[in-house]
């Protein structure tokens, strides 16, 4: 399977929202609602921010909200913060027991 | 507090083999789904391997045949087995504990990750 799509890059001003988007086909994001956002700083683990498309983990600000549509996932971070600047990936489900990631967004804040 | 703590990465040869180990504590580690997943110098991030709490196994195409992932629940250890290595599986290889039982990308707790590189 292919990986899922999202823009190379993304960047907002401090205070503003941005979107992040994630495009799979039917037989991942389109058939199921298990998507997941993570976030990575450099030179660190990535870390889970949204699951099942619209779950938030105990302890992720609320500044992060995902959301899923026909074969598009996104995230939506409001409120910008300096420490938001990251590299954003998320992940599907797929069918034949495979797990798809995007190629990733770099997000520059401003 | 959860943790994870990979080990056993280092340089090997093409075609040659290294197995991977995955200390993890502060979770019921027999009741976790555990995975693998790598990252490529500069690129992103790549799921590799699922193993169930019950024992079952999933792999990505680019190493079925060539990896196996296993578990011991009574030494709360995740393996690796990298056989037939080539120089496209050089990466940052991360054990994550999974929320769901299953091959689901729904990864909660990370390690941070062990550096295995193919090059003669």
């Known amino acids: 399977q292919s990986a899922l799509t999202q823009p190379a890059s993304v960047s907002g001003s401090p205070g503003q929202s941005i979107t992040i988007s994630c495009t799979g086909t039917r037989s991942d994001v389109g058939s199921y609602n298990l998507v997941s956002w993570y976030q990575q700083h450099p030179g660190k683990a990535p870390k889970l921010i949204i699951y099942?498309?619209?779950q938030r983990p105990s302890g992720v600000s609320s500044r992060f909200s995902g959301s899923k549509s026909g074969n598009t996932a996104s995230l939506t971070i409001s409120g910008l913060q300096a420490e938001d600047e990251a590299d954003y990936y998320c992940?599907?489900?797929?069918?034949?027991?495979?797990?798809?990631f995007g190629g990733g967004t770099k997000l520059t804040v401003l | 507090e959860v943790q994870v703590l990979e080990s056993g990465g280092g340089l090997v040869q093409p075609g040659g083999s290294l197995r991977l180990s995955c200390a993890a504590s502060?979770?019921?580690?027999?009741?976790?789904?555990m995975n693998w997943v790598r990252q490529a110098p500069g690129k992103g991030l790549e799921w590799v391997s699922t193993?169930?709490?019950?024992?079952?196994?999933y792999y990505a195409d680019s190493v079925k045949g060539r990896f196996t992932i296993s578990r011991d629940n009574s030494k709360n250890t995740l393996w690796l087995q990298m056989n037939g290595l080539r120089a496209e599986d050089t990466a940052v290889y991360y054990c994550?504990?999974?929320?769901?039982?299953?091959?689901?990308?729904?990864?909660?707790?990370w390690g941070q990750g062990t550096l295995v590189t193919v090059s003669s």
């Open positions: 994550a504990k999974g929320r769901m039982n299953g091959p689901f990308g729904d990864f909660d707790y």
């Open positions: 193993i169930s709490s019950g024992g079952p196994t």
């Open positions: 502060g979770f019921t580690f027999s009741t976790s789904p």
């Open positions: 992940s599907s489900y797929a069918k034949s027991d495979t797990v798809l």
């Open positions: 099942e498309a619209t």
